[in-house]
């Protein structure tokens, strides 16, 4: 659905297969009447299930109140495992259905039938599940962490493989990119392969691959990159899978930084039909190219704006100045723009200045405790009923 919505050329064929998809493998009618009628405002000529639309309609809601009755005869007879397990089948029958809010209700409703941490663990997984379907990250952060401190003190592979890939999402759809590298590099290769959200294909190798590559270069410094990133093993087996992910992170690493742009918006150009990615896009472009106009300046006492300008893929030299003053003004680059000559002029602190300099902060930290200190002798005075002669 995301990528029919953000890629014109691609859209009745995603409209297709999603059509497809929800006649064959859910319940949930309102989404698909919503693609069907996406097709017909695309002028496709696509007939509509209805013998399907109404047989699902009539069996998901018989099935959903069989389930109620199921959990209520349990629950009065105090059968704690049989009305956790027809509570969590309604859970994900409400999922089937498209009822995902009220899935989630579902699911934390079956906590009062959990009969231990790895049920209660269960339930926070799969509310954040739904939630992740939902791009709604910060519940998708709470949950996780839920499950988390549940299983702090019980080891579960299969439910953990299952957390550190939600919470990396989450760090990727908030915009927390260090975060994000944070859990890249707590990720199993071989525990994740088959976990449930790798087998149905809502996380894919390459999405890892994407999503490390990508808030690597945001957050990382260009050692850290090499040392989190480029030879780190488990990583490098997501990175198998996207070869261009790792190509793009060596261009950086060797500064070989017109090339790494170019890499960098073919894959942009990619995330963007990434719906845990896409809406970053533009902000990743920007804080990935800030990264690179820094450490391209940094070996240089002076730089030619023209020819910065043309290495690093700007539209003009006012371009790249605009960026330029922003970069200065964060005192992330110390230099200042020759406009005459057009050059990027690396600024050289006078020995005499800095020494000047650390007289003054020397002076301001010997000032606060001698205050400090005053005030302290004042209120034991004061204390004491004594009075300074």
Not at 23 to 38: A, C, D, F, G, H
Request: with cysteine; proline share 2%.
């Amino acid at each position: 659905m995301y990528m029919a919505e953000h890629c014109t050329e691609l859209a009745v064929e995603c409209y297709r297969i999603a059509l497809d998809e929800l006649r064959s493998k859910t319940l949930n009618i309102r989404l698909y009447e919503e693609v069907w009628q996406r097709l017909r405002q695309l002028d496709v000529d696509v007939k509509k299930d209805m013998q399907w639309v109404e047989q699902t309609r009539s069996q998901s809601s018989l099935i959903r109140e069989d389930l109620r009755r199921e959990v209520d005869v349990a629950a009065t007879n105090s059968q704690k495992k049989d009305a956790l397990k027809a509570q969590q089948e309604l859970a994900r029958q409400l999922v089937r259905m498209g009822h995902n809010d009220e899935a989630v209700r579902a699911w934390q409703d079956t906590r009062d039938y959990c009969v231990g941490v790895q049920d209660q663990a269960l339930l926070s997984i799969e509310a954040a599940k739904i939630n992740q379907s939902n791009c709604r990250w910060l519940q998708v952060s709470s949950f996780t962490q839920r499950a988390v401190q549940t299983l702090a003190k019980s080891v579960n592979e299969k439910m953990q493989s299952d957390i550190d890939v939600l919470q990396l999402q989450a760090s990727i759809g908030d915009g927390r990119w260090a975060a994000a590298v944070g859990s890249v590099r707590t990720l199993k290769y071989d525990s994740l392969v088959n976990s449930e959200l790798f087998v149905s294909c809502a996380v894919t190798p390459q999405d890892i691959a994407l999503y490390g590559a990508l808030a690597g270069l945001a957050a990382l410094k260009r050692d850290s990159i090499k040392a989190d990133l480029i030879n780190n093993a488990e990583f490098g087996k997501f990175l198998d899978h996207m070869p261009e992910c790792a190509r793009l992170l060596r261009c950086f690493y060797a500064s070989r930084y017109s090339e790494c742009l170019g890499r960098l918006d073919k894959l942009l150009s990619l995330a963007a039909l990434d719906p845990v990615l896409g809406p970053h896009v533009d902000q990743l472009r920007a804080t990935i190219r800030e990264n690179i106009v820094v450490l391209y300046t940094q070996p240089f006492v002076s730089s030619s704006l023209e020819g910065m300008a043309q290495a690093l893929h700007f539209g003009s030299t006012a371009d790249l100045e605009e960026l330029l003053v922003r970069l200065i003004e964060r005192k992330l680059i110390s230099a200042r723009i020759d406009g005459t000559s057009g050059y990027l002029v690396k600024y050289t602190a006078n020995p005499r200045d800095s020494a000047l300099e650390t007289i003054d902060r020397m002076y301001r930290s010997l000032s606060l405790h001698s205050e400090a200190m005053l005030a302290r002798i004042q209120f034991f005075e004061e204390e004491t009923g004594k009075t300074r002669k």
